[in-house]
């Protein structure tokens, strides 16, 4: 205690109210830590009383209201903390959906195309077979070790189900459009049971990857064994065998267009989608660009022109031949007898007539000599023959109304020869 400036100092023995009444300097030195980070921080050093300790208490004074540090540092210490636990949060989801990811499959990264597919499915209901995901499909492929081929679609693999049956895996390439050739062909087929079309026993579909899960064909598709001049096989069938599998596809088509509970056009039938199986019994496959119709529907809508070139009928190409219908399949069907046909006789060369004419002209102009010639003067081989070829002519005629259904084919292959005629038309060159 000080006097103050200029007053009498006060005598030791002076009472309190005296000092009161001469007044003093009172000196206060805030020079400390705590104080200065509170100034720093914007704040104003003091003290106040302390209600969980008790006592009086160093106290910062912010215009956010009072703090026992200094301005901000309870704001920051609160945004650190929700900082840190949100870090530790994300790592842990990256961490699960990396797990989920290996495990199953691209789990997370959808395809935007799936929202619809599923839709698609949902609609279908208990029609399609069995799911299975894209783990399930690389153990049962053992990781697409055996390539059973490779095609435009993608490439199909050899593997085994959990009760030993051997499968075709047929996996899509990674589709930007919007499924529907996938959508097609698990619906269509999962409508059909004929001996004489193949069976789909299952489908993954998960994200962007797409399988189809086939019976197993061990004799791979007819496309091996029809040129026997390319046969990756080093097997040529006979002509029994040939008419055979001619009369099992014409029955497939024929439960296709009519045995079905809702029409089913191929609109893709070639040697490479006939598949034999051990006994080289076939069975028709790839129903990608299939279309469903009504049974009571004669005439089809489609966009563009579908199937392969060579075996295409004419008025998928142009509407002036006519509408487009399940004889536009019969039309294929005729086509790729003939080819087997043509495609068989060793005595056929590149440099004999027939290979600078258009083929299905210049057996009709010969049919006699050509049936002579392929059946090595066999009697029951020459009817095989003759009907093949007659069925086959029939069957490419340019008008659609004037090919037969395929009905009328597998009479005109399992009855007589001497009832088939001709056809009159001129064919198209």
């Not at 980070?37 to 009383?49: A, F, I, K, L, M």
């Not at 029409?263 to 299939?290: E, M, T, W, Y």
């Not at 057996?363 to 392929?374: K, M, V």
């Amino acid at each position: 205690m000080v006097g103050a400036p200029g007053g009498p100092t006060p005598a030791e023995n002076g009472s309190f109210a005296d000092v009161l009444r001469g007044g003093f300097q009172l000196v206060y030195n805030a020079n400390s830590r705590q104080c200065n980070r509170c100034e720093r921080s914007g704040g104003w050093c003091g003290y106040r009383h302390n209600q969980t300790y008790g006592g009086m208490g160093f106290t910062c004074f912010c215009d956010g209201g009072p703090t026992s540090d200094r301005c901000g540092h309870v704001k920051k210490t609160k945004m650190y903390i929700v900082a840190s636990t949100s870090c530790l949060l994300l790592l842990c989801l990256l961490t699960l959906a990396f797990f989920l990811t290996c495990k199953y499959g691209f789990l997370f990264f959808k395809s935007k195309d799936e929202p619809s597919i599923e839709s698609f499915l949902q609609k279908n209901g208990n029609l399609h077979p069995k799911r299975y995901t894209y783990a399930e499909v690389k153990r049962m492929t053992k990781s697409f070790s055996v390539k059973l081929g490779q095609g435009g679609f993608g490439a199909v693999y050899r593997g085994n189900l959990s009760d030993g049956r051997q499968v075709a895996v047929k996996m899509l390439k990674d589709s930007k459009g919007d499924g529907e050739e996938f959508m097609n062909e698990v619906a269509i087929i999962s409508r059909t049971s004929h001996v004489n079309v193949v069976m789909l026993l299952g489908f993954c579909l998960q994200g962007s990857k797409r399988s189809l899960i086939y019976e197993y064909m061990p004799n791979g598709s007819l496309e091996r064994y029809a040129f026997n001049s390319r046969s990756k096989s080093g097997y040529i069938l006979t002509w029994e065998k040939l008419f055979d599998i001619a009369i099992g596809i014409a029955r497939g088509l024929e439960y296709l267009h009519r045995g079905c509970n809702t029409r089913i056009v191929h609109f893709d039938i070639k040697p490479h989608n006939i598949l034999l199986d051990q006994d080289f019994c076939p069975k028709i496959s790839d129903f990608g660009l299939a279309k469903l119709c009504l049974n009571k529907e004669s005439a089809i809508s489609i966009v563009g022109a579908r199937g392969t070139i060579g075996y295409i009928a004419p008025e998928v190409y142009s509407k002036q031949f006519g509408t487009v219908s399940s004889k536009s399949d019969v039309y294929s069907y005729g086509m790729m007898v003939l080819e087997m046909v043509g495609a068989r006789d060793t005595n056929v060369n590149a440099n004999s007539e027939s290979s600078s004419q258009y083929f299905p002209q210049w057996i009709y102009e010969h049919l006699d000599e050509y049936c002579i010639s392929a059946s090595e003067i066999n009697g029951e081989t020459t009817e095989l023959v003759r009907k093949m070829i007659v069925v086959g002519l029939w069957c490419i005629q340019v008008i659609p109304t004037d090919r037969p259904a395929m009905t009328r084919v597998v009479e005109m292959l399992e009855g007589n020869t001497s009832s088939l005629e001709l056809p009159a038309k001129v064919l198209l060159s």
